[in-house]
């Protein structure tokens, strides 16, 4: 019931102070939450796990790009940039999450038994599970830094007649400008997700255990990659706005 008044307080706060575009980026996570639905269920139903993933973080970007915005060029470009770095870090990821083996549950820290809600065989590959998390927490960061520097050059172009070449040190300094608050933005969501985790171990565990937990690893590495993603798709952006940007 608290759930739904505060949806309810957020959805008619939202849509009276940004009216039309907020009702749709308002729409446009309902539909991810959708999407994100039907991709658990079908991992549940045995579909396979790969396809399921990447068609999720397609339609998943495609809902945030093209649905909420009408400029089409914007959305193109900011989409090719997000899917080139997808697939160039998604290589990246499966390295990363196979050689530190962060996939599955801690069993020095979780104890995997029926009786806590846990079972040791769910018929789910973790390795992928894992790449699924990743790649969606990659696929929301890059996302949001794409459509910034992708928006702030198309006003830069609108109302001056830059070459490529200064273009795209412009589309540099507005990824700059804002990767500071970005990161900032992936700092404070790893820390409010886990006080409560620091806080449950810390009667458990040392210091030193809980820096080299599974957990906090997976956490911590997911952050990372998420972070780099932010870092990586600024002059990709900037690169490819300021060749396909009409500078009329």
Request: charged content about 10%.
């Amino acid at each position: 019931m608290t759930l739904a008044i505060f949806a309810i307080i957020f959805t008619f706060s939202a849509i009276a102070i940004g009216r039309d575009g907020t009702a749709k980026a308002i729409i446009g996570i309902f539909g991810n939450i959708i999407v994100i639905t039907v991709l658990i269920f079908s991992i549940w139903m045995g579909i396979n796990e790969w396809l399921s993933i990447i068609i999720s973080c397609i339609l998943m970007t495609a809902i945030s790009l093209f649905y909420q915005s009408e400029n089409q060029r914007k959305n193109r470009i900011a989409a090719m940039s997000v899917l080139l770095m997808m697939i160039v870090l998604a290589a990246f990821s499966y390295i990363i999450i196979e050689a530190a083996n962060l996939q599955g549950f801690p069993t020095g820290q979780v104890s995997i038994r029926p009786a806590n809600g846990y079972k040791a065989e769910v018929g789910v590959d973790f390795f992928v599970l894992q790449m699924g998390v990743v790649l969606i927490m990659l696929e929301g960061a890059m996302v949001d830094t794409a459509i910034s520097v992708v928006s702030s050059m198309e006003e830069i172009v609108r109302h001056s007649h830059l070459k490529p070449s200064e273009l795209f040190e412009s589309g540099m300094a507005v990824g700059r400008g804002i990767l500071s608050s970005t990161i900032n933005t992936l700092f404070f969501i790893f820390l409010g997700q886990n006080l409560v985790f620091f806080m449950f171990f810390r009667n458990e565990f040392t210091v030193e255990s809980m820096l080299n937990s599974k957990i906090l690893s997976q956490e911590i590495i997911s952050m990372l990659i998420s972070a780099i993603g932010c870092v990586s798709i600024i002059p990709v952006a900037a690169f490819l706005s300021s060749r396909y940007m009409n500078t009329k």
